[in-house]
């Protein structure tokens, strides 16, 4: 075996080397240390952001096929009603000419056993009116009779069949899927920390029971695209859907002043006049009450970050649990806001 050196211009000792080494270099990179560890957590707390984003994008995008795939039952329940109708349609009217070919035969059958009896009491001996009037009305039912019986013969089968749409199973086998799934950019934009610029679109949610101008005062986004958000002046919670449309609403007990996400599907509302917290949650586009937390103090802004929730009484923040324990007072004076533009939101 053969093994291979570079052969050493200088040999210098460890220690030797060791006295080289400026103090101010050390601590440069003891500093440098510090920057790339928070530059890393920086990146981890980004990537997390981002797991979290896909998972709601993921629910958005699987809420989208179902509502997709509803959309073709329906379309499909409407075909096959209409063609159920013609069904019934078209059986209705071939029951019905059947019945009127019975009617008709009936009729014969009684008008034919009518004259049979009127024959047996004609004297056939000698010519005479009944005899004639006898004869003409049997050739005349006589004759009937052959007409219906022959038109009888050629409308006696009667079949239903059903023949499918030609275009529709080459058209759906052809398929391989309901639509395409993709990755858009918009996603690494949001998970890059990036500002996205967004058009500007403006929306009515005024409802028709509102008798104020709304005034909205917290928007919360669900993992669906629906839009969750509060109106302060007419004390209600609203529900939006994807096209910005109230689909559900609910009036809360105060007025609310600031409000917050706690998990996918629940909010938090802060109550300035009634020091509460509300919790509400969605279902099913249906908007649900659930607890409320009392508070000593009044509730304007309010934020969740890892399971505490952060409240503003105007002048001071709380840290408080999710079962509404004070942990501490964090900031006991928020700066005097002399033009009352935040008025106690997260601020200080």
Same mark, same amino acid.
């Given at each position: 075996?053969?093994?291979?050196?570079?052969?050493?211009?200088?040999?210098?000792?460890?220690?030797?080397?060791?006295?080289?080494?400026?103090?101010?270099?050390?601590?440069?990179?003891?500093?440098?240390?510090?920057?790339?560890?928070?530059?890393?957590?920086?990146?981890?707390?980004?990537?997390?952001?981002?797991?979290?984003?896909?998972?709601?994008?993921?629910?958005?995008?699987?809420?989208?096929?179902?509502? !997709? %795939?509803?959309?073709?039952?329906?379309?499909?329940?409407?075909?096959?009603?209409?063609?159920?109708?013609?069904?019934?349609?078209?059986?209705?009217?071939? %029951?019905?000419?059947?019945?009127?070919?019975?009617?008709?035969?009936?009729?014969?059958?009684?008008?034919?056993?009518?004259?049979?009896?009127?024959?047996?009491?004609?004297?056939?001996?000698?010519?005479?009116?009944?005899? !004639?009037?006898?004869?003409?009305?049997?050739?005349?039912?006589?004759?009937?009779?052959?007409?219906?019986? $022959?038109?009888?013969?050629?409308?006696?089968?009667?079949?239903?069949?059903?023949?499918?749409?030609?275009?529709?199973?080459? !058209?759906?086998?052809?398929?391989?899927?309901? @639509?395409?799934?993709?990755?858009?950019?918009?996603? $690494?934009?949001?998970?890059?920390?990036?500002?996205?610029?967004?058009?500007?679109?403006?929306?009515?949610?005024?409802?028709?029971?509102?008798?104020?101008?709304?005034?909205?005062?917290?928007?919360?986004?669900?993992?669906? @695209?629906?839009?969750?958000?509060?109106?302060?002046?007419?004390?209600?919670?609203?529900?939006?859907?994807?096209?910005?449309?109230?689909?559900?609403?609910?009036?809360?007990?105060?007025?609310? $002043?600031?409000?917050?996400?706690?998990?996918?599907?629940?909010?938090?509302?802060?109550?300035?006049?009634?020091?509460?917290?509300?919790?509400?949650?969605?279902?099913?586009?249906?908007?649900?009450?659930?607890?409320?937390?009392?508070?000593?103090?009044?509730?304007? @802004?309010?934020?969740?970050?890892?399971? $505490?929730?952060?409240?503003?009484?105007?002048?001071?923040?709380?840290?408080?649990?999710?079962?509404?324990?004070?942990?501490?007072?964090?900031?006991?004076?928020?700066?005097?806001?002399?033009?009352?533009?935040?008025?106690?939101?997260?601020?200080?």
């Amino acid at each position: 075996m053969y093994l291979l050196f570079r052969r050493c211009n200088k040999i210098v000792q460890t220690t030797e080397k060791a006295r080289t080494i400026n103090p101010s270099d050390f601590q440069q990179l003891a500093e440098t240390i510090v920057v790339e560890q928070q530059k890393l957590e920086k990146e981890i707390e980004m990537a997390n952001e981002c797991l979290q984003k896909l998972q709601e994008a993921y629910d958005r995008a699987r809420t989208e096929i179902q509502r !997709f %795939r509803k959309k073709i039952n329906d379309l499909l329940d409407t075909l096959e009603r209409n063609t159920l109708q013609s069904l019934d349609t078209l059986l209705y009217t071939l %029951r019905e000419a059947i019945k009127t070919d019975i009617e008709n035969c009936s009729k014969l059958k009684k008008d034919f056993t009518s004259i049979q009896k009127a024959i047996k009491h004609v004297d056939c001996g000698r010519p005479n009116v009944q005899i !004639f009037i006898a004869h003409s009305k049997s050739t005349e039912i006589d004759s009937n009779s052959h007409t219906l019986l $022959s038109k009888l013969s050629a409308n006696r089968t009667v079949d239903i069949t059903f023949q499918g749409n030609p275009d529709m199973e080459p !058209f759906l086998s052809g398929l391989s899927d309901l @639509g395409n799934v993709e990755c858009s950019n918009r996603g $690494s934009d949001l998970c890059s920390g990036e500002i996205v610029k967004c058009k500007k679109m403006l929306y009515s949610v005024k409802l028709a029971n509102d008798n104020k101008t709304c005034r909205i005062k917290g928007i919360c986004e669900l993992p669906n @695209g629906e839009l969750l958000l509060v109106d302060s002046v007419n004390e209600t919670v609203k529900l939006l859907d994807m096209q910005f449309n109230v689909v559900a609403h609910t009036v809360l007990e105060h007025k609310p $002043s600031d409000m917050c996400s706690i998990s996918p599907n629940q909010v938090a509302i802060a109550s300035f006049s009634g020091y509460t917290i509300q919790f509400l949650t969605v279902n099913n586009s249906q908007i649900v009450v659930g607890r409320t937390l009392q508070f000593p103090h009044k509730c304007h @802004g309010i934020a969740h970050y890892k399971g $505490s929730l952060y409240v503003t009484s105007r002048y001071a923040v709380y840290q408080y649990t999710l079962d509404g324990q004070l942990v501490k007072k964090l900031v006991k004076k928020i700066y005097a806001d002399t033009k009352k533009t935040h008025k106690g939101k997260l601020w200080y």
